[in-house]
């Protein structure tokens, strides 16, 4: 199989899924029944047995409780790994008011989630039925999040997974972290990413750049961003327990399920391209 045929067919399923939109039932103002939260994806593939992700297991990168894709499923070949970029009519709402996440935002955040894990299942699936074994992380029973050997929630070692989606994005080529540690494409920061290991084998793509913040520029629009000053310029570090708690200690308690923040990955250079890039 190329992949052309698993595109289209994705892009496909992605366009036409009634989860891509907000649902009537669940909507928090009436008017956002039926919006669309993301644009068109874009696609980046890895080789499974690619040392980076070896590397993840180093403490201080993930650590060691990552699972490698060969842990996820035996005899992977390649990691898929899919960028969906927030529509810009969301991000445009969380523009707005930069102490708050906007309605719109929350959306993509919680029934972006579920719209994600559709299409991994959707993908594995398909997969499955061309002859070849897949497994998606995120919606995987196996799926773990925090460190397993950190229980206090304000040690930052705590926030970590067993499989990390910007480290995959990270080896696909897709792009580099940012100072806020969210991964910065060519389409910008501002978007969901999500991935598929499979016994099928794509060639990788080459990763454009070298470093691991190569596409961000420290300009520190997004720490300026912040409403509970998470992210230092000075450390070139964010605080995974600030961030946490500003979400979900306060924003989550105000319109459960709903939560969000997302204003280090708006009004910002990076916010819909990679700004080293010319």
Same mark, same amino acid.
């Given at each position: 199989?190329?992949?052309?045929?698993?595109?289209?067919?994705?892009?496909?399923?992605?366009?036409?899924?009634?989860?891509?939109?907000?649902?009537?039932?669940?909507?928090?103002?009436?008017?956002?029944?039926?919006?669309?939260?993301?644009?068109?994806?874009?696609?980046?593939?890895? @080789?499974? %047995?690619?040392?980076?992700? !070896?590397?993840?297991?180093?403490? /201080?990168?993930?650590?060691?409780?990552?699972? $490698?894709? =060969?842990?996820?499923?035996?005899?992977?070949?390649?990691?898929?790994?899919?960028?969906?970029?927030?529509?810009?009519?969301?991000?445009?709402?969380?523009?707005?008011?930069?102490?708050?996440?906007?309605?719109?935002?929350?959306?993509?955040?919680?029934?972006?989630?579920?719209?994600?894990?559709?299409?991994?299942?959707?993908?594995?699936?398909?997969?499955?039925?061309?002859?070849?074994?897949?497994?998606?992380?995120?919606?995987?029973?196996?799926?773990?999040?925090?460190?397993?050997?950190?229980?206090?929630?304000?040690?930052?070692?705590?926030?970590?997974?067993?499989?990390?989606?910007?480290?995959?994005?990270?080896?696909?080529?897709?792009?580099?972290? @940012?100072? %806020?540690?969210?991964?910065? !494409?060519?389409?910008?920061?501002? /978007?969901?990413?999500?991935?598929?290991?499979? $016994?099928? =084998?794509?060639?990788?793509?080459?990763?454009?750049?070298?470093?691991?913040?190569?596409?961000?520029?420290?300009?520190?629009?997004?720490?300026?961003?912040?409403?509970?000053?998470?992210?230092?310029?000075?450390?070139?570090?964010?605080?995974?327990?600030?961030?946490?708690?500003?979400?979900?200690?306060?924003?989550?308690?105000?319109?459960?399920?709903?939560?969000?923040?997302?204003?280090?990955?708006?009004?910002?250079?990076?916010?819909?391209?990679?700004?080293?890039?010319?």
């Amino acid at each position: 199989m190329d992949k052309s045929k698993l595109e289209k067919t994705l892009k496909e399923f992605i366009q036409n899924s009634p989860e891509a939109c907000v649902k009537k039932e669940v909507a928090l103002r009436p008017e956002l029944a039926g919006m669309r939260m993301f644009d068109e994806p874009i696609f980046g593939y890895s @080789s499974a %047995s690619d040392p980076l992700f !070896t590397e993840a297991k180093k403490p /201080g990168i993930v650590g060691p409780h990552f699972m $490698t894709p =060969e842990e996820w499923l035996p005899g992977a070949k390649t990691v898929i790994t899919l960028y969906l970029p927030i529509a810009e009519h969301v991000r445009a709402a969380n523009s707005q008011n930069m102490e708050w996440p906007a309605e719109e935002w929350m959306h993509c955040r919680i029934d972006g989630q579920a719209f994600q894990d559709a299409i991994c299942l959707f993908a594995e699936e398909f997969l499955k039925k061309e002859g070849f074994s897949a497994v998606a992380p995120m919606p995987n029973p196996r799926f773990a999040r925090g460190n397993p050997e950190v229980t206090d929630k304000t040690d930052e070692n705590y926030y970590s997974s067993n499989w990390s989606e910007r480290h995959a994005a990270y080896v696909a080529g897709l792009g580099t972290f @940012s100072l %806020s540690k969210g991964i910065i !494409t060519l389409k910008g920061i501002a /978007g969901r990413f999500l991935s598929v290991i499979t $016994t099928a =084998e794509f060639e990788p793509d080459k990763r454009p750049y070298t470093g691991i913040h190569d596409y961000c520029n420290f300009c520190g629009v997004c720490a300026r961003n912040c409403p509970v000053q998470a992210i230092s310029v000075e450390k070139k570090d964010k605080s995974h327990v600030l961030c946490s708690g500003f979400i979900m200690d306060t924003v989550a308690k105000k319109q459960p399920p709903y939560f969000g923040c997302g204003k280090c990955q708006i009004k910002v250079p990076c916010e819909k391209k990679a700004p080293t890039v010319k």
